[in-house]
């Protein structure tokens, strides 16, 4: 069974997020308190996954400007990013972090 789980740690208003992803997700809470800005952060790594295999290559995504077009500016998640915001992804197949302090992604395959 393919297993995806982001974690998501200081990227406004979430503090700390560690979720496994299952085919079907359902995110209850209160109002304003990150539901739709965890749910773009685990599709957009869903997305760059699949990107980064259909292409065999991380290039683009590699620079600072590739990886902040997709995420930040696609999503609107601008307003939300702190110096320290991270973000980390890993699948059956691949795993990938980024950090706004190293302003780069890190990638690998798994074995």
């Given amino acids: 069974m ?7 740690i200081y ?4 503090s700390f997020a560690d ?16 539901k739709s800005t965890l749910l ?7 997305w760059l996954e699949k990107r980064i295999e259909l292409g065999q ?12 077009n997709h995420l930040w500016a696609f999503h609107k998640l601008e307003e939300y990013i702190r110096p320290d915001s991270f973000i980390s992804y890993e699948s059956d197949y ?3 972090s980024c950090s ?3 302003k780069c992604l890190l990638y690998g395959y798994r074995r």
């Fill in 2 to 8: 393919l297993v995806q789980s982001p974690c998501i």
């Fill in 11 to 14: 990227w406004l208003p979430i």
């Fill in 19 to 34: 979720i496994e992803l299952k085919r079907i997700n359902v995110v209850i809470g209160p109002q304003s308190q990150g």
């Fill in 40 to 46: 773009k952060i685990a599709s957009f790594c869903v």
């Fill in 57 to 68: 290559s991380t290039e683009y995504f590699l620079t600072e400007s590739g990886f902040n």
């Fill in 94 to 96: 691949m795993m990938f």
């Fill in 100 to 102: 706004t302090y190293l």
